[in-house]
């Protein structure tokens, strides 16, 4: 063979089933009364990521960092500002109604509270079933056999079908949320904070479950939490959060690891060690996150970052490969000071 010959054409990489593309909320609060100035809460601010089938992507980091809200527009519960949120390779915000309401059938959510997310007038069966109802998928039948199958898949009794969410445990609850979000059989669902209203005996019940189904179902999960001990879990890959931002994307192992970004760092040195003989260095921070109607210059991070230098608060850092599927956005990691 020479060394001109033609070599043997690769396989195409597939096509994520999600993606998010420079993706921003803003929301508009009231103006100030002496300026009549209309101010924005920076929510989500050009944040990208994507997502392939049967894939679990973590996204971590504190209260008010943008988490939930990123949830909400990839369901298209809430329009985005600006950016492209793409399914199966189209822009869910571009869809015709009735495609959009195809589209609804991949697309479901778990929520935090489950006894919130459930109607206490209705039967557990007829909640479960409810998709199914709306959609007018099968016959009656074929629906409340599908019922049962799914209180099987969640390991609950076929009884509790006609029950009602008073009469459950939290876990029991949680349970049928989950169930009513498989029965439409989705691509992806978004798990926002599924386990944190739950006990903690109960908690890795429900990540096991979630798991599981995942395998069975080859569904994928934005799985959205400020645990990192359940992220690392359940996740193949995350992404750390602050202040609407993404900051470090990597594999799960990776991640915890060789982690890369200061805010990072800080958020895996307060995970909790159950030996009390081991000690560890904890990186503490300072002061509170900045407000997200008027962030920082710069790396939002800075404010609150131990090596921060001047370069830190002019320039934005972008999200940068350093390795195999690996993300930063760091001017101190990309110039190899960190």
């Given at each position: 063979m020479t060394?001109?010959a033609?070599?043997?054409?690769?396989?195409?990489?597939?096509?994520?089933?999600?993606?998010?593309l420079?993706?921003?909320?803003?929301f508009?609060i009231?103006?100030?009364?002496?300026?009549?100035?209309?101010?924005?809460?920076?929510?989500v601010?050009?944040?990208?990521?994507?997502?392939n089938?049967?894939?679990?992507?973590?996204?971590v980091?504190?209260?008010?960092?943008?988490?939930?809200?990123t949830?909400?527009?990839?369901?298209g519960?809430?329009?985005?500002?600006a950016?492209?949120?793409?399914?199966?390779?189209?822009?869910?915000?571009?869809?015709?109604?009735?495609?959009?309401?195809?589209?609804?059938?991949?697309?479901?959510?778990?929520?935090?509270?489950?006894?919130?997310?459930?109607?206490?007038?209705?039967t557990?069966g007829?909640?479960?079933r409810?998709?199914?109802?709306i959609?007018e998928?099968?016959?009656?039948?074929e629906?409340?056999?599908?019922?049962?199958?799914?209180?099987d898949?969640v390991v609950?009794?076929?009884?509790?079908?006609?029950?009602?969410?008073?009469?459950?445990s939290?876990?029991?609850?949680?349970?049928?949320?989950?169930a009513?979000?498989?029965?439409?059989?989705?691509?992806?669902?978004?798990?926002?904070?599924p386990?944190?209203?739950?006990?903690?005996?109960?908690q890795?019940?429900?990540?096991?479950?979630?798991?599981?189904?995942q395998?069975?179902?080859?569904?994928?999960?934005?799985?959205?939490s400020?645990?990192?001990?359940?992220?690392?879990?359940?996740?193949?890959?995350i992404?750390?959060?602050?202040l609407?931002?993404?900051?470090?994307?990597?594999?799960?192992?990776?991640?915890?690891d060789?982690?890369?970004?200061?805010?990072?760092?800080?958020l895996?040195s307060?995970?909790?060690?159950p030996?009390?003989?081991?000690?560890?260095d904890?990186?503490?921070?300072?002061?509170?996150?900045p407000?997200?109607?008027?962030p920082?210059?710069?790396c939002r991070f800075?404010?609150?970052?131990?090596?921060a230098k001047?370069?830190?608060?002019?320039?934005?850092?972008?999200?940068k490969?350093?390795?195999?599927?690996?993300?930063?956005a760091?001017?101190?990691?990309?110039?190899?000071?960190l």
């Open positions: 060394a001109d033609v070599q043997a054409p690769t396989d195409p990489q597939p096509m994520p089933l999600l993606q998010v420079g993706l921003h909320r803003y508009r009231k103006p100030q009364k002496l300026f009549g100035r209309h101010d924005n809460v920076q929510a601010d050009g944040i990208s990521f994507s997502i089938q049967g894939e679990t992507l973590g996204l980091g504190e209260s008010g960092c943008g988490k939930s809200t949830g909400r527009l990839v369901l519960i809430l329009p985005p500002t950016g492209k949120i793409l399914f199966e390779g189209r822009d869910i915000a571009t869809l015709e109604p009735e495609e959009w309401r195809a589209t609804r059938l991949d697309l479901q959510m778990i929520f935090q509270d489950p006894l919130s997310a459930l109607d206490p007038r209705m557990i007829a909640q479960i409810e998709g199914l109802d959609h998928l099968g016959t009656i039948e629906r409340n056999h599908k019922v049962e199958e799914m209180l898949a609950l009794p076929r009884s509790l079908a006609q029950r009602y969410p008073h009469e459950l939290g876990g029991q609850q949680q349970r049928v949320v989950i009513r979000a498989l029965i439409l059989e989705p691509r992806l669902i978004v798990c926002d904070e386990v944190s209203a739950l006990d903690v005996s109960v890795a019940q429900i990540v096991n479950l979630l798991s599981d189904l395998q069975r179902f080859n569904v994928a999960y934005l799985f959205i400020h645990d990192l001990s359940v992220v690392r879990h359940i996740s193949g890959r992404a750390v959060m602050y609407g931002q993404i900051v470090e994307e990597a594999d799960r192992d990776d991640l915890f060789h982690p890369r970004h200061p805010y990072t760092r800080a895996l307060a995970i909790p060690v030996d009390p003989r081991v000690k560890r904890r990186m503490i921070l300072k002061g509170d996150p407000s997200v109607i008027n920082p210059s710069g800075h404010t609150r970052c131990p090596f001047p370069l830190c608060s002019e320039r934005v850092p972008a999200l490969a350093i390795g195999s599927n690996h993300r930063v760091c001017h101190l990691v990309e110039a190899g000071e």
